[in-house]
């Protein structure tokens, strides 16, 4: 998916107002991260290195205190999760406990409001919505790729420095030579729609829509014969006793981790056996955008 493409989708869901102004927007302003809505507070367009502001007439500005900036309302809020549930809040139950919607193309949309014990822990109330730009950017894996082809790799960085992106990318550069299983836990990497993956993520490659990654992995070694499983955001105990199981058995594993440097990563007690356990040859840690900053071999640091 393009960032143009991703970005028609999120102005769809859009109060008139909002949109109007949002396809006004120029190329350059298509290239945000993220399009933040706050009630009572200007739309905001999150860049790398800046935010900007959007004005009625489709402008980008620095000045939070423009005039010409639109506030959206609490009212604003509301129309738009209306949009994003399809006009049915309580069939969205699971989505509004979790904090996020995945749209299609894999748009993840953060929200922020209050949770009622009464409805089960979910959002009952709307003040702030955060649409993540999603980017399929071929080719971004390929020095990746270069140096530790066909090895099982952890691709780690900190918040928005590009780590699905990358992972998608050596996905479909993997799953073009050996079966893959996907574990997509949310729909964000592939975007299955109507069975067909909108991503493009390798012609090997099987994808697990909408299951936990645990689960997924345990049926794809049950049921897949995989010769890698790939998956997203490893964090917990059953995550890592999954991937040891697994790996027990002759898979390999590609995945993400919050950890943006070396001594993070080592800071993650869930994470630690794997990184012993030999499971993950490589470590590669991310700047912003994607942008690689080290790849580092694992099995020479955990050796001897």
């Known amino acids: 998916m393009t960032e143009s493409t991703s970005y028609e989708i999120i102005s769809s869901y859009m109060i008139p107002e909002i949109r109007t102004a949002m396809t006004a927007v120029s190329e350059i302003g298509k290239t945000a991260t993220e399009i933040r809505l706050r009630s009572g507070r200007a739309v905001s367009y999150i860049f790398p290195d800046r935010i900007k502001y959007l004005t009625r007439n489709g402008k980008l500005t620095g000045d939070y205190n423009n005039p010409e900036n639109i506030a959206i309302t609490a009212?604003?809020?509301?129309?738009?999760?209306?949009?994003?549930?399809?006009?049915?809040?309580?069939?969205?139950?699971?989505?509004l406990r979790e904090g996020y919607f995945v749209l299609k193309g894999g748009i993840r949309v953060g929200v922020a409001g209050t949770y009622s014990e009464t409805a089960g822990k979910t959002i009952s109330s709307f003040n702030a919505l955060n649409f993540r730009v999603a980017r399929c950017v071929t080719g971004c894996a390929e020095k990746i790729n270069e140096r530790i082809s066909g090895k099982s790799v952890l691709i780690c960085g900190g918040v928005n420095t590009g780590k699905t992106t990358v992972l998608r990318d050596l996905c479909r550069i993997y799953g073009n030579r050996i079966k893959i299983s996907l574990i997509d836990e949310r729909n964000e990497i592939a975007s299955v729609s109507g069975g067909l993956p909108e991503n493009d993520v390798g012609v090997l490659t099987d994808v697990l829509v909408g299951c936990g990654r645990a689960d997924g992995i345990i049926s794809a070694v049950?049921?897949?014969?995989?010769?890698?499983?790939?998956?997203?955001?490893?964090?917990?105990?059953?995550?890592?006793?999954?991937?040891?199981?697994?790996?027990?058995?002759?898979?390999?594993?590609?995945?993400?981790v919050h950890a943006e440097n070396y001594e993070n990563l080592l800071k993650r007690q869930a994470i630690r056996p794997l990184l012993e356990s030999g499971i993950f040859e490589y470590a590669v840690f991310l700047e912003k955008m994607g942008r690689i900053r080290e790849i580092r071999r694992l099995v020479q640091c955990f050796s001897g």
């Open 75 to 95: 009212d604003g809020i509301r129309q738009t999760v209306d949009r994003l549930c399809h006009y049915s809040v309580h069939s969205c139950t699971r989505e």
């Open 222 to 256: 049950r049921t897949l014969s995989p010769d890698m499983i790939f998956c997203d955001e490893i964090s917990t105990p059953e995550d890592v006793s999954a991937i040891s199981g697994a790996y027990g058995c002759g898979v390999g594993f590609t995945a993400t």
